[in-house]
């Protein structure tokens, strides 16, 4: 007998008297839904807000936020950038990113988490190799909470789909709370209704 | 195999007061960050009961659902794999690391390769395995086990991984600035990822509704590890399973709450379908859970998440240190867990706990963590289970509180005796419950001696 039918045959051998499944509620009565909560929320997980430019030139305002930033990489044609994701063959060129820019497809207020595939970055690597992430969000496009999220028909249709809430940190020396664990050392997310 | 004895180890880790203060200290801060979560939600009951009936029902039918998720990772084009125990899993990913001639691999953080021990396996066949959480890694270069299933290396202080950084990635030994510390493994780190050939993760949950494997991490190691390389591999204990997507919800709403205090973790990062032109392997470990499902009192602990509540409120754990438990599961779900693997080598894990029941109260899953240590209890002793000395002073103890006379008698001598005796005779070898203990005020008089008296006096007796 294989491992597979070995386990299998020992499971439903020893699995106890079958419990019932419960149905879960949204629990989410009366929820906010607005970019402010999604703002409170983002910002307590490290995230920052940038309020959209003015004038709609979003090159001129990531450039002013990243003066140092050599490489701009953008998944999103709402942002040139200097390095087209297009021509990008292996993930790990990405490396030389200093700001990768992407929309996400949607928040979520309860945490601030944003929603972002393959769909959205076209290269995953783009949200994990580079230095700085600077993420669109529909306001419009904010869902109230957790169990909201995960009715949303992309879980079954991308291949990998990611909550990022903030940059990536850790917090395994003594505690202390560092901002760039192994990936992103700051994320920035602009409102911005999609075009 | 030796028996642990975590009273004999756990003493070494308190005679470090500075690290026993941090360790207690910064494991209290989490489970007040969790109360505090716990507080915001009003929901919060209702979801540790959904969260404890979903894995019910699925363990319950933990086969169709293994079956579902296989094949709907098939479908999704993952090759699947079973292993009964540890050392098939090991072959398993040696194999798949073969056939693709990779000799590198970057790994997440998972408690189930620890439990099968692969990483000294495959070293030992010439795979570079590096481990890219900075807690696993600080423990990996230390060559020590993770102490916390959260928190690999909260038990040591800034000092020790400068230390161990010096002495193995180069940075200055003097140099114990938590930032400088954490940015040297982060440059350490990045040039395994962009070179690695394989990629590998374990798993918070697996949804037999679609194949996805779902981790949730902070640092986004896991994420690169999967980003990155041609070839990637996911090891999932079979009781990571839950039904449907929509299940996700209630437990990524409590896992980071409970484990961290923070309402999510930075990531939560979903595996469907391999990457364009790349290859996905996910291996279904038993290891002795199949068993586990069919013991009456102890299935439960099957549900586990492994959000680490239960060990940060716990104050034995928080005053002994995981290493102490000798096991990769420590604290209260170890000491339920590790009995399972091997009774003997575990056996005075079940007598590490105060049974105060605070496990029990936190845990989001609703595992009745203390009444299976009790449970255990029964089981070690009915199997004469218990170090000689345990054993001799219980049976004594039997035989006194099985006969009113002794007892009274022991009574009145120990009332004596606690305030008369000096410290070395009460805290003596013999006494295996006086170490690390202090026994409380004797009252001046017992009750059944006040009963007698007052009795008496008020004419009522007779």
């Known amino acids: 007998m294989s491992s597979r039918d070995e386990i299998l045959a020992r499971v439903r051998q020893n699995q106890p008297e079958p419990r019932p499944l419960p149905p879960v509620p949204m629990f989410d009565a009366g929820l906010s839904t607005s970019i402010n909560t999604f703002k409170t929320n983002l910002i307590r997980m490290g995230g920052k807000f940038v309020a959209p430019p003015a004038d709609g030139n979003l090159d001129a305002l990531i450039e002013k936020l990243f003066p140092d930033a050599r490489v701009i990489c953008s998944a999103t044609p709402e942002v040139k950038g200097n390095l087209s994701i297009d021509k990008i063959g292996n993930p790990q060129e990405l490396n030389e990113v200093d700001v990768g820019v992407v929309r996400a497809l949607f928040g979520v207020a309860e945490t601030g988490s944003l929603w972002l595939s393959e769909a959205q970055y076209k290269v995953n690597a783009l949200g994990f190799l580079s230095q700085h992430l600077v993420a669109l969000l529909d306001p419009e496009a904010i869902v109230a909470n957790m169990h909201r999220a995960y009715q949303h028909h992309g879980f079954f249709e991308a291949k990998y789909a990611v909550f990022m809430t903030g940059p990536s940190a850790t917090a395994d020396i003594e505690g202390v709370l560092i901002h760039g664990a192994q990936g992103i050392r700051t994320m920035t997310v602009i409102p911005m209704s999609t075009q | ?462």
């Not at chain 2, 030796?2 to 004999?8: G, L, N, P, S, Y």
């Not at chain 2, 204990?237 to 919800?249: T, V």
């Not at chain 2, 004594?396 to 099985?402: F, Q």
């Open chain 2, 1 to 462: 195999m030796k028996r642990i004895d975590h009273a004999e180890a756990s003493s070494k880790f308190i005679k470090a007061k500075d690290h026993l203060d941090f360790h207690d200290q910064r494991l209290w801060d989490l489970r007040k960050k969790r109360d505090r979560e716990s507080e915001s939600l009003p929901e919060w009951q209702e979801l540790r009961s959904l969260a404890s009936a979903i894995k019910e029902h699925t363990l319950t039918h933990l086969a169709d659902f293994l079956e579902e998720f296989e094949r709907n990772a098939q479908a999704n084009g993952v090759k699947v794999h079973w292993a009964k125990d540890a050392s098939e899993h090991n072959q398993i990913v040696l194999q798949i690391l073969e056939s693709r001639r990779a000799r590198t691999l970057v790994k997440a953080k998972s408690m189930l390769t620890d439990e099968c021990e692969m990483r000294p396996f495959l070293a030992n066949r010439g795979i570079e395995v590096i481990e890219t959480d900075l807690g696993e890694r600080i423990q990996q270069l230390d060559n020590e086990p993770a102490s916390h299933i959260v928190l690999p290396a909260v038990h040591k202080l800034r000092t020790d991984v400068a230390r161990v950084f010096a002495a193995t990635i180069g940075t200055d030994a003097k140099n114990s600035d938590v930032h400088y510390l954490a940015e040297s493994q982060r440059q350490h780190t990045r040039p395994h990822f962009l070179k690695a050939d394989a990629g590998m993760i374990g798993a918070n949950f697996a949804v037999a509704e679609t194949g996805t494997v779902v981790v949730c991490t902070n640092e986004g190691n896991a994420d690169l590890s999967m980003a990155l390389p041609k070839l990637q591999i996911a090891s999932i204990g079979i009781e990571k399973l839950i039904p449907r997507i929509e299940h996700l919800g209630v437990y990524i709403r409590m896992l980071s709450r409970n484990a961290l205090g923070s309402p999510i973790t930075q990531l939560t990062s979903h595996f469907r379908v391999p990457r364009e032109g790349t290859e996905m392997h996910i291996v279904l470990v038993d290891n002795g859970r199949s068993e586990r499902l069919g013991m009456a009192d102890f299935w439960y602990s099957l549900k586990c998440i492994r959000c680490g509540a239960c060990m940060n409120t716990c104050p034995v754990y928080r005053r002994s240190g995981g290493l102490s438990y000798g096991a990769t599961y420590s604290g209260p779900i170890g000491v339920i867990i590790d009995p399972t693997f091997n009774l003997r080598k575990y056996s005075a894990l079940p007598f590490a706990s105060t049974l105060n029941g605070s496990c029990t109260s936190v845990c989001p899953v609703r595992i009745n963590i203390h009444e299976q240590i009790y449970k255990w209890r029964q089981i070690i002793a009915e199997r004469h289970q218990l170090p000689f000395v345990k054993q001799e002073a219980m049976q004594i103890a039997g035989k006194v509180l099985s006969s009113p006379k002794l007892y009274r008698a022991a009574v009145d001598a120990i009332g004596a005796s606690v305030e008369h005796l000096p410290r070395f005779m009460l805290y003596n070898p013999l006494n295996a419950w006086g170490r690390q203990r202090d026994v409380p005020q004797a009252p001046a008089s017992t009750f059944r001696r006040w009963y007698i008296e007052h009795r008496t006096k008020n004419g009522e007796r007779k």
